[in-house]
């Protein structure tokens, strides 16, 4: 017998041996004489004695019938009442928390000290979404907190960098990053782009013209560039008088959309220094 057939034979033996020794009242109540209820219920008093004299139980069928009753109603009082219980956490009043150690987090940890995210010096979590036990995927957002000088970016950011584990777009204020980190990124295949907003000499430009295959890449630039320019400012709050009308406005995108085409067809007009997204505007 397995140990789950054993712990359910347990759990239910009272309700059989309760239903068994019912079988006995069955008969009792079989064998006892009345024309109705209150005559047999007199009469019943007075064959119990000799309805429990044979310690074994009645195996008539009525007397089964009640027997099997019996016992499932226990049982079914005996699910209700643990069904309504109150759930009381005996020991634990003033909370369960505790610190974790280190079985606790090994789950969570990748064999392989790259493959992972430095947490700590001894917790880590592994970069993989599809661990062994599913249960134990997370997801790899970490909020840092501290003040200035507390150590963010040095034992944070730049130990988690040289893991060279995955892709990483960092903001760099004070411009050390790159000079501290790159050249160890290089060496690991890593391509490094820097976009300068403070000295654009130092900054890695793109050629927006590369992205254009269709007319609609030609109307996405425009709108682009309309939203994040000063023309945006024109056109909504109608900074000069020249934009009260509509149709001016209109006018002025759609010269806007003509010139980028123009480039686009013909890419040796770009090389004029006269020809830039500055004074596009103003043809």
């Known amino acids: 017998m397995t140990d789950k057939a ?10 059989v041996i309760l239903g068994l020794i019912a079988t006995n009242f069955g008969e009792a109540w ?22 429990f004299q044979n310690p074994l139980p009645s195996f008539h069928p009525l007397d089964l019938l009640i027997g099997l009753m019996c016992g499932a109603a226990l049982r ?27 079985a606790d987090i090994a789950p969570f ?42 150590g963010k970016t040095r034992f944070w950011l730049k130990p988690n960098l040289l893991q060279c584990h995955s892709s990483y777009v960092c903001t760099d204020p004070k411009g050390q990053i790159v000079c501290e980190c790159g050249t160890a990124l290089l060496k690991h295949g890593y391509r490094i782009k820097i976009f300068n907003t403070i000295n654009f000499k130092k900054s890695m430009h793109f050629n927006p013209f590369a992205y ?11 709108t682009t560039l309309i939203a994040n320019s000063c023309f945006s400012t024109f056109i909504s709050e109608s900074y000069y008088p020249c934009f009260d009308t ?38």
């Open 212 to 222: 254009i295959h269709s007319e609609k890449d030609i109307l996405k630039l425009v």
């Open 30 to 51: 079989r064998l006892a004489e009345g024309a109705d209820i209150s005559e047999k219920l007199l009469a019943l008093f007075g064959i119990l004695p000799a309805a």
């Open 109 to 150: 940890i990748a064999p392989k000290f790259e493959d992972n995210i430095i947490l700590t010096k001894t917790e880590r979590l592994m970069m993989s979404n599809r661990p062994k036990n599913p249960a134990n995927a997370r997801n790899k957002n970490v909020l840092i907190v501290g003040g200035s000088g507390s």
């Open 76 to 102: 079914l009082a005996v699910y209700l009442r643990g069904k309504n219980a109150k759930k009381y956490r005996h020991n634990v009043e003033y909370g369960s928390a505790r610190w974790g150690t280190a």
């Open 6 to 15: 054993r712990k359910l034979l347990i759990l239910n033996l009272p309700y």
């Open 246 to 283: 509509v149709f001016y406005i209109k006018k002025r995108i759609i010269a806007f959309q003509f010139a980028i085409l123009f480039l686009h067809l013909y890419p040796k007009y770009r090389k004029l220094a006269r020809v830039n997204f500055l004074h596009l505007s103003e043809l």
